[in-house]
Protein backbone atom coordinates (compact mmCIF):
# COMPACT_ATOMS: atom_id res chain seq x y z
CA UNK A 1 0.00 0.00 0.00
CA UNK A 2 1.12 3.45 -0.65
CA UNK A 3 3.03 5.30 2.18
CA UNK A 4 1.46 8.11 3.84
CA UNK A 5 3.04 11.65 3.05
CA UNK A 6 6.51 11.74 4.67
CA UNK A 7 6.90 7.83 4.55
CA UNK A 8 4.88 7.45 8.51
CA UNK A 9 1.44 8.07 9.70
CA UNK A 10 1.17 10.49 12.21
CA UNK A 11 -0.82 9.25 15.61
CA UNK A 12 -0.60 12.04 18.24
CA UNK A 13 -3.87 10.24 20.43
CA UNK A 14 -3.88 10.26 24.27
CA UNK A 15 -6.75 8.76 25.96
CA UNK A 16 -4.76 9.32 29.53
CA UNK A 17 -7.57 10.78 32.18
CA UNK A 18 -4.61 12.58 33.51
CA UNK A 19 -3.91 15.23 30.81
CA UNK A 20 -7.69 15.60 30.60
CA UNK A 21 -7.72 17.29 33.89
CA UNK A 22 -4.06 18.52 34.03
CA UNK A 23 -5.61 20.31 30.66
CA UNK A 24 -8.25 21.92 32.98
CA UNK A 25 -6.03 23.65 35.00
CA UNK A 26 -4.00 25.06 31.88
CA UNK A 27 -4.52 28.10 30.01
CA UNK A 28 -7.21 27.71 27.21
CA UNK A 29 -7.71 28.62 23.88
CA UNK A 30 -11.49 27.68 22.93
CA UNK A 31 -11.72 26.66 19.22
CA UNK A 32 -14.29 26.39 16.55
CA UNK A 33 -15.70 23.33 14.92
CA UNK A 34 -13.61 23.92 11.88
CA UNK A 35 -10.73 24.54 14.48
CA UNK A 36 -11.53 21.44 16.52
CA UNK A 37 -12.26 19.41 13.27
CA UNK A 38 -8.59 20.09 12.05
CA UNK A 39 -6.85 19.63 15.18
CA UNK A 40 -8.64 16.25 15.32
CA UNK A 41 -6.99 15.78 11.58
CA UNK A 42 -4.09 16.47 13.09
CA UNK A 43 -4.05 14.04 15.81
CA UNK A 44 -5.16 11.22 13.48
CA UNK A 45 -2.73 11.96 10.31
CA UNK A 46 -4.99 13.23 8.04
CA UNK A 47 -2.36 16.17 7.45
CA UNK A 48 0.83 13.62 8.14
CA UNK A 49 3.33 14.66 8.22
CA UNK A 50 2.55 17.42 10.20
CA UNK A 51 2.25 16.82 14.25
CA UNK A 52 1.43 20.16 14.96
CA UNK A 53 0.27 23.83 14.15
CA UNK A 54 3.39 24.89 12.23
CA UNK A 55 6.06 27.46 13.35
CA UNK A 56 7.35 30.10 11.82
CA UNK A 57 10.56 28.50 9.34
CA UNK A 58 7.57 25.70 8.25
CA UNK A 59 4.95 28.73 7.72
CA UNK A 60 7.21 31.05 5.46
CA UNK A 61 8.73 27.98 3.35
CA UNK A 62 4.89 27.02 2.68
CA UNK A 63 4.10 30.42 1.77
CA UNK A 64 7.27 30.79 -0.23
CA UNK A 65 7.98 27.81 -2.05
CA UNK A 66 4.99 25.69 -1.48
CA UNK A 67 7.03 23.15 0.88
CA UNK A 68 7.79 22.40 4.33
CA UNK A 69 11.14 23.09 5.26
CA UNK A 70 12.61 19.58 4.91
CA UNK A 71 11.27 20.07 1.10
CA UNK A 72 8.27 17.98 1.09
CA UNK A 73 5.74 19.01 -0.96
CA UNK A 74 2.73 21.41 1.22
CA UNK A 75 0.86 23.94 0.25
CA UNK A 76 -1.53 25.27 3.31
CA UNK A 77 -0.75 26.66 5.94
CA UNK A 78 -2.07 24.98 9.16
CA UNK A 79 -1.81 27.14 11.96
CA UNK A 80 -3.56 28.48 15.00
CA UNK A 81 -4.32 32.19 15.73
CA UNK A 82 -4.50 34.01 19.19
CA UNK A 83 -5.16 37.54 20.65
CA UNK A 84 -1.66 38.85 22.74
CA UNK A 85 -3.82 39.53 25.10
CA UNK A 86 -5.63 35.75 25.05
CA UNK A 87 -2.09 34.43 25.67
CA UNK A 88 -1.15 36.94 28.17
CA UNK A 89 0.18 33.94 30.50
CA UNK A 90 1.18 31.67 27.54
CA UNK A 91 5.21 31.69 27.15
CA UNK A 92 7.30 29.66 24.47
CA UNK A 93 7.82 26.37 26.14
CA UNK A 94 4.36 26.63 28.39
CA UNK A 95 1.07 24.47 27.12
CA UNK A 96 -1.61 25.66 26.34
CA UNK A 97 -5.25 23.56 26.59
CA UNK A 98 -7.44 23.49 23.37
CA UNK A 99 -11.22 23.68 24.42
CA UNK A 100 -14.57 22.66 21.71
CA UNK A 101 -17.83 23.60 23.95
CA UNK A 102 -16.19 23.29 27.62
CA UNK A 103 -14.49 20.36 26.73
CA UNK A 104 -10.54 19.36 26.57
CA UNK A 105 -10.02 18.47 23.11
CA UNK A 106 -6.07 18.66 22.72
CA UNK A 107 -2.89 20.54 24.20
CA UNK A 108 -0.72 22.30 22.65
CA UNK A 109 3.23 21.94 23.24
CA UNK A 110 4.10 25.82 22.62
CA UNK A 111 7.44 26.37 20.41
CA UNK A 112 6.89 29.15 19.05
CA UNK A 113 4.79 32.75 19.29
CA UNK A 114 5.27 35.03 15.89
CA UNK A 115 3.36 37.62 14.24
CA UNK A 116 2.73 37.33 10.34
CA UNK A 117 1.55 39.74 7.22
CA UNK A 118 -1.80 39.11 6.85
CA UNK A 119 -1.77 40.46 3.03
CA UNK A 120 1.06 38.47 2.33
CA UNK A 121 -0.38 35.06 3.82
CA UNK A 122 -3.63 35.80 1.60
CA UNK A 123 -1.32 36.35 -1.59
CA UNK A 124 1.27 33.59 -1.65
CA UNK A 125 -1.79 31.52 -0.41
CA UNK A 126 -4.49 32.22 -2.87
CA UNK A 127 -2.83 34.53 -5.52
CA UNK A 128 -4.78 37.56 -4.35
CA UNK A 129 -5.52 40.25 -1.97
CA UNK A 130 -9.24 41.04 -2.39
CA UNK A 131 -11.50 40.74 0.58
CA UNK A 132 -13.93 39.71 -1.87
CA UNK A 133 -12.30 36.16 -2.57
CA UNK A 134 -13.62 33.90 1.49
CA UNK A 135 -10.23 32.46 2.34
CA UNK A 136 -8.48 36.22 2.09
CA UNK A 137 -11.37 37.40 3.69
CA UNK A 138 -10.96 34.21 6.75
CA UNK A 139 -7.26 35.58 7.15
CA UNK A 140 -7.95 39.27 7.42
CA UNK A 141 -10.44 37.84 10.44
CA UNK A 142 -7.66 36.07 12.11
CA UNK A 143 -5.62 37.12 15.00
CA UNK A 144 -2.39 38.63 14.93
CA UNK A 145 -0.20 36.23 16.74
CA UNK A 146 0.17 32.23 15.50
CA UNK A 147 1.12 29.64 17.92
CA UNK A 148 3.56 26.73 16.63
CA UNK A 149 3.98 23.63 18.15
CA UNK A 150 3.10 19.84 18.67
CA UNK A 151 -0.30 18.88 19.81
CA UNK A 152 -1.81 15.85 21.93
CA UNK A 153 -5.32 14.76 20.96
CA UNK A 154 -7.34 13.67 23.89
CA UNK A 155 -11.12 13.50 22.27
CA UNK A 156 -12.68 13.76 18.47
CA UNK A 157 -15.01 16.32 17.93
CA UNK A 158 -18.69 15.85 17.37
CA UNK A 159 -19.57 14.44 13.84
CA UNK A 160 -23.19 14.59 12.39
CA UNK A 161 -22.42 11.79 10.10
CA UNK A 162 -20.79 8.77 12.13
CA UNK A 163 -21.45 6.18 9.92
CA UNK A 164 -19.06 7.93 6.74
CA UNK A 165 -16.19 9.06 9.21
CA UNK A 166 -13.22 6.80 8.78
CA UNK A 167 -9.50 7.87 9.44
CA UNK A 168 -6.48 7.02 7.39
CA UNK A 169 -5.61 3.91 9.38
CA UNK A 170 -9.62 2.81 8.88
CA UNK A 171 -9.65 3.35 5.14
CA UNK A 172 -6.21 2.17 4.91
CA UNK A 173 -7.27 -1.34 6.43
CA UNK A 174 -11.02 -1.31 4.66
CA UNK A 175 -8.87 -0.74 1.51
CA UNK A 176 -6.31 -3.28 1.94
CA UNK A 177 -9.49 -6.43 2.87
CA UNK A 178 -11.25 -5.29 -0.50
CA UNK A 179 -7.72 -5.92 -2.35
CA UNK A 180 -7.24 -2.18 -3.71
CA UNK A 181 -3.88 -1.93 -4.66
CA UNK A 182 -4.90 1.42 -6.54
CA UNK A 183 -7.60 3.36 -5.08
CA UNK A 184 -8.62 6.85 -7.19
CA UNK A 185 -9.77 9.99 -4.80
CA UNK A 186 -12.34 12.39 -5.50
CA UNK A 187 -12.37 15.52 -3.63
CA UNK A 188 -16.27 17.07 -3.68
CA UNK A 189 -18.13 19.90 -2.39
CA UNK A 190 -21.71 19.34 -4.40
CA UNK A 191 -24.54 17.11 -5.00
CA UNK A 192 -23.33 14.96 -7.91
CA UNK A 193 -24.63 15.34 -11.41
CA UNK A 194 -23.76 13.32 -14.43
CA UNK A 195 -20.37 14.84 -15.19
CA UNK A 196 -18.93 14.23 -11.89
CA UNK A 197 -20.48 10.32 -12.48
CA UNK A 198 -18.15 9.99 -15.65
CA UNK A 199 -15.30 11.23 -14.39
CA UNK A 200 -15.52 8.98 -11.52
CA UNK A 201 -16.25 5.90 -13.42
CA UNK A 202 -14.08 6.75 -16.07
CA UNK A 203 -11.00 7.03 -13.55
CA UNK A 204 -12.40 3.81 -11.78
CA UNK A 205 -11.85 2.29 -15.01
CA UNK A 206 -7.76 2.39 -14.39
CA UNK A 207 -7.73 1.53 -10.69
CA UNK A 208 -9.09 -1.05 -8.28
CA UNK A 209 -11.35 1.28 -6.16
CA UNK A 210 -13.08 4.55 -5.96
CA UNK A 211 -12.66 6.50 -2.61
CA UNK A 212 -15.90 9.29 -2.50
CA UNK A 213 -14.82 11.87 -0.18
CA UNK A 214 -17.28 14.85 0.28
CA UNK A 215 -15.87 17.92 2.20
CA UNK A 216 -17.83 18.62 5.42
CA UNK A 217 -17.08 22.03 7.08
CA UNK A 218 -17.66 25.78 6.52
CA UNK A 219 -18.48 26.43 3.20
CA UNK A 220 -19.76 29.84 0.83
CA UNK A 221 -23.12 30.83 0.46
CA UNK A 222 -25.01 28.95 -2.23
CA UNK A 223 -22.92 25.42 -1.67
CA UNK A 224 -24.92 22.61 -1.21
CA UNK A 225 -25.09 21.92 2.45
CA UNK A 226 -23.19 19.32 3.83
CA UNK A 227 -26.59 16.51 4.54
CA UNK A 228 -27.69 17.23 0.89
CA UNK A 229 -24.21 16.45 -0.37
CA UNK A 230 -24.42 12.83 2.32
CA UNK A 231 -28.23 12.18 1.39
CA UNK A 232 -27.10 12.33 -2.66
CA UNK A 233 -24.31 10.71 -2.93
CA UNK A 234 -26.09 7.92 -0.71
CA UNK A 235 -28.93 7.49 -3.67
CA UNK A 236 -26.31 7.51 -6.29
CA UNK A 237 -24.60 4.68 -4.23
CA UNK A 238 -27.78 2.84 -3.84
CA UNK A 239 -28.57 2.80 -7.93
CA UNK A 240 -25.67 3.25 -9.82
CA UNK A 241 -22.31 2.16 -7.91
CA UNK A 242 -21.00 -1.30 -7.55
CA UNK A 243 -20.58 -1.65 -3.93
CA UNK A 244 -17.37 -4.02 -4.13
CA UNK A 245 -15.29 -1.42 -6.34
CA UNK A 246 -16.83 2.24 -4.74
CA UNK A 247 -16.97 3.26 -1.59
CA UNK A 248 -17.29 6.58 1.13
CA UNK A 249 -16.31 8.70 3.75
CA UNK A 250 -15.63 12.39 4.84
CA UNK A 251 -13.33 14.55 5.23
CA UNK A 252 -14.14 17.10 7.87
CA UNK A 253 -12.23 20.49 7.08
CA UNK A 254 -13.34 24.05 5.86
CA UNK A 255 -13.21 24.85 2.23
CA UNK A 256 -10.39 27.22 1.88
CA UNK A 257 -10.88 28.13 -1.86
CA UNK A 258 -7.60 28.20 -2.86
CA UNK A 259 -7.27 26.30 -5.95
CA UNK A 260 -4.02 25.28 -7.29
CA UNK A 261 -2.30 25.30 -3.80
CA UNK A 262 -5.42 23.34 -2.96
CA UNK A 263 -5.64 21.24 -5.20
CA UNK A 264 -2.22 20.05 -3.65
CA UNK A 265 -3.03 20.17 -0.45
CA UNK A 266 -6.29 17.93 -0.91
CA UNK A 267 -4.34 15.07 -3.05
CA UNK A 268 -1.78 14.74 -0.11
CA UNK A 269 -4.87 14.27 2.45
CA UNK A 270 -6.12 11.50 0.16
CA UNK A 271 -2.56 10.17 -0.11
CA UNK A 272 -2.95 9.86 3.59
CA UNK A 273 -6.50 8.10 3.36
CA UNK A 274 -4.58 5.51 1.33
CA UNK A 275 -5.16 6.78 -1.68
CA UNK A 276 -2.91 6.05 -5.22
CA UNK A 277 -4.48 8.40 -7.63
CA UNK A 278 -6.57 11.51 -6.99
CA UNK A 279 -8.85 13.24 -9.70
CA UNK A 280 -8.18 17.38 -10.50
CA UNK A 281 -11.13 18.50 -12.41
CA UNK A 282 -11.64 21.48 -14.13
CA UNK A 283 -11.43 24.49 -11.80
CA UNK A 284 -10.47 22.65 -8.70
CA UNK A 285 -11.41 24.08 -5.44
CA UNK A 286 -11.45 27.73 -7.43
CA UNK A 287 -13.87 30.17 -6.44
CA UNK A 288 -15.01 33.30 -8.70
CA UNK A 289 -13.05 34.21 -11.26
CA UNK A 290 -9.46 34.08 -9.29
CA UNK A 291 -8.21 31.23 -10.86
CA UNK A 292 -7.39 29.90 -14.65
CA UNK A 293 -10.08 26.77 -15.55
CA UNK A 294 -6.68 24.38 -15.57
CA UNK A 295 -4.49 25.98 -13.28
CA UNK A 296 -4.97 23.39 -10.46
CA UNK A 297 -3.98 21.08 -13.26
CA UNK A 298 -0.66 22.75 -13.90
CA UNK A 299 0.37 22.77 -10.30
CA UNK A 300 1.34 19.51 -10.00
CA UNK A 301 4.18 19.66 -12.90
CA UNK A 302 6.13 21.51 -9.41
CA UNK A 303 5.75 18.70 -7.67
CA UNK A 304 7.00 15.49 -9.42
CA UNK A 305 7.78 14.38 -5.85
CA UNK A 306 4.17 14.23 -4.62
CA UNK A 307 3.71 10.73 -4.39
CA UNK A 308 0.12 10.27 -5.57
CA UNK A 309 -0.72 10.19 -9.39
CA UNK A 310 -3.01 13.12 -10.29
CA UNK A 311 -5.63 12.36 -12.70
CA UNK A 312 -6.44 15.35 -15.18
CA UNK A 313 -10.17 15.92 -16.22
CA UNK A 314 -10.14 18.87 -18.63
CA UNK A 315 -13.83 18.98 -20.43
CA UNK A 316 -16.87 16.78 -20.51
CA UNK A 317 -20.21 17.12 -21.70
CA UNK A 318 -23.11 15.39 -22.59
CA UNK A 319 -23.06 15.06 -26.66
CA UNK A 320 -26.33 14.84 -28.65
CA UNK A 321 -24.80 13.13 -31.54
CA UNK A 322 -23.14 11.00 -29.48
CA UNK A 323 -25.54 9.69 -27.30
CA UNK A 324 -23.79 10.24 -23.95
CA UNK A 325 -21.69 11.77 -21.80
CA UNK A 326 -17.89 12.39 -23.33
CA UNK A 327 -14.92 14.63 -23.94
CA UNK A 328 -13.30 16.83 -26.38
CA UNK A 329 -10.83 14.39 -27.26
CA UNK A 330 -13.50 11.63 -28.30
CA UNK A 331 -16.32 13.46 -29.69
CA UNK A 332 -16.00 14.80 -33.30
CA UNK A 333 -19.03 17.03 -32.74
CA UNK A 334 -19.89 20.90 -32.62
CA UNK A 335 -21.01 22.82 -29.68
CA UNK A 336 -24.51 23.23 -31.05
CA UNK A 337 -24.89 19.29 -29.59
CA UNK A 338 -23.38 19.91 -26.89
CA UNK A 339 -24.98 20.38 -23.01
CA UNK A 340 -22.53 21.54 -20.84
CA UNK A 341 -22.91 20.30 -16.98
CA UNK A 342 -23.11 24.18 -15.41
CA UNK A 343 -22.99 23.60 -11.48
CA UNK A 344 -25.17 27.60 -11.63
CA UNK A 345 -27.32 26.46 -14.21
CA UNK A 346 -28.18 23.12 -11.94
CA UNK A 347 -28.26 25.48 -9.33
CA UNK A 348 -30.75 27.66 -10.68
CA UNK A 349 -33.17 25.07 -12.10
CA UNK A 350 -33.11 23.84 -8.07
CA UNK A 351 -33.93 26.70 -6.52
CA UNK A 352 -37.18 26.91 -8.88
CA UNK A 353 -38.05 23.89 -7.67
CA UNK A 354 -37.37 22.12 -11.12
CA UNK A 355 -35.50 18.89 -11.67
CA UNK A 356 -32.62 19.13 -14.18
CA UNK A 357 -33.07 17.28 -17.30
CA UNK A 358 -31.73 13.17 -17.23
CA UNK A 359 -28.74 14.42 -19.41
CA UNK A 360 -27.69 16.54 -16.15
CA UNK A 361 -28.18 14.79 -12.83
CA UNK A 362 -30.21 11.64 -12.11
CA UNK A 363 -33.81 12.12 -11.35
CA UNK A 364 -33.09 10.10 -7.67
CA UNK A 365 -30.67 12.79 -7.12
CA UNK A 366 -32.65 15.74 -8.28
CA UNK A 367 -35.55 14.35 -5.98
CA UNK A 368 -33.28 14.01 -3.02
CA UNK A 369 -31.74 17.56 -3.11
CA UNK A 370 -35.41 18.61 -3.63
CA UNK A 371 -37.25 16.45 -0.62
CA UNK A 372 -34.73 20.08 1.51
CA UNK A 373 -36.74 23.17 1.79
CA UNK A 374 -33.16 24.60 1.75
CA UNK A 375 -30.56 22.57 0.45
CA UNK A 376 -28.00 25.75 -0.48
CA UNK A 377 -25.47 27.35 2.57
CA UNK A 378 -27.27 30.85 3.07
Same mark, same amino acid.
Given at each position: ?? !? ?22 ? +? #? ?71 ? /? ?50 ? *??? @? ?34 ? +? ?31 ? !? ?55 ? #? ?22 ? *????? $? ?8 ? !? ?34 ? +???? $?????? /?????? @????? /?
Amino acid at each position: MI !KPHGGRLVDRISHEERLREEAREM +P #RRDLTLDEARDLANIGHGVFSPLEGYMCREDFEVVLEEGRLANDLPWTIPIVIDADRDEIARVLEGDTLALFY /EGRPLGILDVEEIFSYEKKRYAEKVFKTTSEEHPGVARIYAKKDHLLGGRIT *LLE @DPPTNFPRYKLWPKETRVLFRERGWRTVVGFQTRNA +PHIGHEYVQKTALTFVDGLFINPLIGKKKRGDF !KDEVIIKTYEVLFEHYYPKDSATMAVLETEMRYAGPREAIFHAIIRKNFGCTHFIVG #RDHAGVGNFYGPFEAQEIFDYYPD *LGIVP $MFFKSFFHCA !KCGGVVNDKICPHGPEHHINFSGTKIREMLLRGERP +PETM $MRPEVA /EAILSF @DHPFV /E
